[in-house]
């Protein structure tokens, strides 16, 4: 088995609950021997672009090297990502592949003080390497699309799950088998958690 190193990034307000799927896809990962960093990043509830972004760089930089090297950005870490592509920060570079699920929109982010600053930048630059975007095609964070928002401006593979919402326990999102195959096996889709 080829050993991979994954770094999970959670969103705003997120103090990573245990039933999650960030937290769940940890577990598993971590079952399969591979390495996994998933940090409480700072301030969650009021969280600073800066910091977040000196954090993103620090992790990046401590996943082990020798095996393939994955991001998963959820919610507010998925346009921390961008403002980290955007400002040409060298660590990105370090990610082999990348996961950006259920960014949220400027228009939702600017009627929130505590992250305005994150509204994603203008999407006019082209990302390092593979990179894949999942979202619900009901995100009430991203009342315009996560495919229009995001992934055609950035011309990257886009899948919409219906009645996903924000991919996030709200929607029902603890377990998510199709984003652990994914880790797996790039290729595989991103498709909706199973119903009970």
Sequence with gaps: MT???FLVLHGWQNH???DHWQHWLADHLRELGHHVTYPQLPDPDDPDLEVWLAEL????TELPR???RIVLAHSLSAVLWLHAVARGVKEVREADRVLLVAPPSGSVLLQYPEVAEFAAPALDFG?????RLVAGDN???CPEGARAGFGEPLGIPTEIIPGAGHLDLDAGYG???AVLEWCLDPA???TARPTV
């Design 188 to 190: 595989g889709p991103l």
């Design 57 to 60: 760089g620090r992790h990046l």
């Design 127 to 131: 990302l390092p390497g593979p990179t």
């Design 175 to 177: 377990s998510w088998p």
């Design 16 to 18: 990573r609950p245990r």
């Design 66 to 68: 020798g095996g393939e």
């Design 139 to 141: 995100d009430p964070y």
């Design 3 to 5: 050993t991979r190193s």
